[in-house]
């Protein structure tokens, strides 16, 4: 998975952080929720880092990169590139078994299956059997 769909769906982390399961799956989920989350915190601090880097302080104290700048356009390159990061070892935690114990809408499982939470085939396989 690349970093920057981790980045676009980190808020099913969130929710499935809050979500009450077995202590079991709860374990399982927890590790990879946490070692996910530090991908992510990762990528805000090299963000921020380069923000600093790149950009103006305003009225207020607050760092910010003026859009259509030479310095924007770096930024925007930059967050690209490290978007473009493959995550590799993503254990996938969850079956369809898991998700009907859950509750979660459509876009949640669509969220979890993109971040390589679900367990391969196991939404075709579960497509199938409800028809």
Known sequence: MKLGVLVNNSEILERLYKTRLDGKRALKLRRTIKRLNEELQTFEEAKNERIKEV??????????????????????????????????DIDPVLSTDDLETLDLSVEDIDRIEHIGLLKNGEVERYEKDVG
């Open 55 to 88: 950009g103006e302080t305003d009225e207020q104290g607050n760092m910010m990169v003026h859009p259509g700048t030479e310095e924007y356009n770096e930024l925007v390159q930059y967050l690209n590139e490290m978007s473009g990061t493959e995550i590799e």
